[in-house]
């Protein structure tokens, strides 16, 4: 894998805004809890804001992950949601400058512990920013962690994606993580539509698009179709996958041939989220 010196002069040439130079070789840092009151502003106008969002439109496994980790008064410190997660779903967290390559990555969440960004956007950027930030990972993709079986899938998938990419899968492996957690919807029988996806769970505009508009793509969710369904970055998804639970995932990574479906569809053109 690329070292961590090298992956910072990478970083550094690409404008990324985290400080690499102190990493761990596992691509790991201090959180540092030294934010200003313009920062702490920032967080709680974002909570505040996306909160009343996600009241209506969060799945139950978020909203119940969200009120057991506490997460909205001020930014949170890293050992404190780690004790909690760690008694809720054997997950922690660890501080990351920002992203980190594929191969840490994945090896972090095998062992049940999610990279969380440790710097905020600006005020500036409330509704937008390219790179993922502590807001996106903490609010989106940190309070389903404490889900178990949601947990278990993310675990796996850790344990699996490196040998899956070996096949050819990166694309398909990718997608994966992408329509699930990240802009994964999720119906229970009888229940109303809600989200989980971290991408939707920290966005104002897109949490309410996927959920609520009739011009939303909605699609049941199939693990192989997902594979093989293109996406786009920095756009509203034009499909979203819809699972009935969280066991219906863990369940399709664990028990479907991945390596079958990838060398069946990875030299095939891919399918167009609009007309799944
Ligand atoms: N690093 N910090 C961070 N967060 C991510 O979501 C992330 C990453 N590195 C690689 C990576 N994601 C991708 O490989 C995933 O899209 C699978
Ligand atoms: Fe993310």
Redesign the pocket.
């Known amino acids: 894998g690329i070292s961590v010196q090298d992956y910072a002069q990478e970083c550094a040439a690409q404008g990324l805004r985290g400080d690499y130079t102190v990493c761990r070789p596992d691509f790991t840092a201090e959180q540092k809890y030294d934010y200003s009151a313009a920062e702490q502003d920032v967080w709680r106008t974002l909570c505040d804001r996306q909160t009343r969002l996600t009241q209506r439109l969060a799945h139950k496994s978020y909203l119940d992950g969200m009120s057991a980790l506490d997460l909205v008064d001020r930014i949170p410190d890293f050992h404190d949601v780690s004790e909690k997660l760690r008694k809720l779903s054997g997950w922690e967290i660890v501080a990351?400058p920002?992203?980190?390559?594929?191969q840490p990555?994945f090896d972090h969440l095998a062992n049940r512990r999610f990279?969380v960004?440790n710097w905020l956007r600006t005020r500036e950027e409330l509704d937008y920013i390219v790179e993922?930030d502590m807001f996106h990972d903490f609010f989106g993709h940190v309070p389903v962690l404490s889900q178990p079986v949601f947990g278990d899938f993310m675990q796996m998938y850790g344990e699996k994606?490196g040998d899956l990419i070996a096949l050819g899968g990166d694309e398909m492996t990718?997608r994966l993580?992408w329509y699930t957690a990240e802009y994964g919807l999720m119906q229970e029988a009888g229940q109303p539509l809600k989200a989980f996806g971290a991408g939707l769970m920290s966005s104002f505009t897109e949490l309410q698009f996927a959920v609520e508009s009739a011009d939303a793509h909605q699609v049941p969710f199939d693990i192989e179709t997902v594979m093989r369904t293109v996406y786009e970055i920095d756009k509203f998804q034009r499909a979203y996958f819809v699972l009935p639970s969280f066991d219906v995932l863990r369940d399709a990574f664990q028990n479907s041939d991945l390596a079958g479906i990838i060398k069946r569809w990875k030299d095939e053109p891919p399918l167009d989220p609009a007309t799944i």
């Open positions: 990351v920002g992203l980190i390559p594929a990555f990279p960004t993922p994606a990718t993580y």
